[in-house]
C-alpha cells in the first residue's frame, strides 16, 4: 500500500524559503501523479500544486504561482514543494497527496477534485511569522 511521509516544514520568518519533501514507498512512483495541499486552522483544505507522473506538467494555485515549485525525483521516489518569498497567510498544515487516476494536473485544482485523490500524508506544519 502506498505510503507517503512529509518533512520540511518548521517556523520562519516572512520573505523567507522552505523546502518541503514528500517521501513515497510502497508502490511504483511513476504510476502516480503527485500534488501539495494545505489547510489553515479554521479553514477548508486549498489546492497548492500538483505535477504529472513525468514532471513534465505542473499546475499551481493563483495563491502560490511565481513564488512555490513542485518537482518530482523518480531516483529517490519524493516530490518536492520549494516554497519563496513565504508570507504570513501561507501559514498552514500541507499534506502531500497522490492519485493514479485524476489527469491533467490541472484537475487536482478543481472544486472537490480532493475528495477523490486515492492517497494522502500526515501533513507537515508550516508557519510564517515575524
Known amino acids: 500500500q502506498l505510503q507517503l511521509v512529509e518533512s520540511g516544514g518548521g517556523l520562519v520568518q516572512p520573505g523567507a524559503s522552505l523546502r518541503l519533501s514528500c517521501v513515497v514507498s510502497g508502490g511504483t512512483f511513476s504510476d502516480y501523479l503527485m500534488g501539495w495541499f494545505r489547510q489553515a486552522p479554521g479553514k477548508d483544505r486549498e489546492f497548492v500544486a500538483s505535477?504529472?507522473?513525468?514532471?513534465?506538467?505542473?499546475h499551481y494555485s493563483d495563491s502560490v504561482k511565481g513564488r512555490f515549485t513542485i518537482a518530482r525525483d523518480s531516483a529517490k521516489n519524493t516530490v518536492y514543494l520549494q516554497m519563496n518569498s513565504l508570507e504570513p497567510e501561507d501559514t498552514a498544515n500541507y499534506y502531500c497527496?497522490?492519485?493514479?487516476?485524476?489527469?491533467?494536473?490541472?484537475?487536482?485544482?478543481?472544486?472537490?477534485?480532493?475528495?477523490?485523490?486515492?492517497?494522502w500524508g500526515q501533513g507537515t506544519l508550516v508557519t510564517v511569522s515575524s
Open positions: 505535477i504529472s507522473r513525468s514532471g513534465g506538467t505542473t
Open positions: 497527496a497522490a492519485d493514479r487516476w485524476i489527469t491533467p494536473p490541472s484537475s487536482w485544482s478543481a472544486q472537490g477534485a480532493s475528495n477523490y485523490l486515492e492517497v
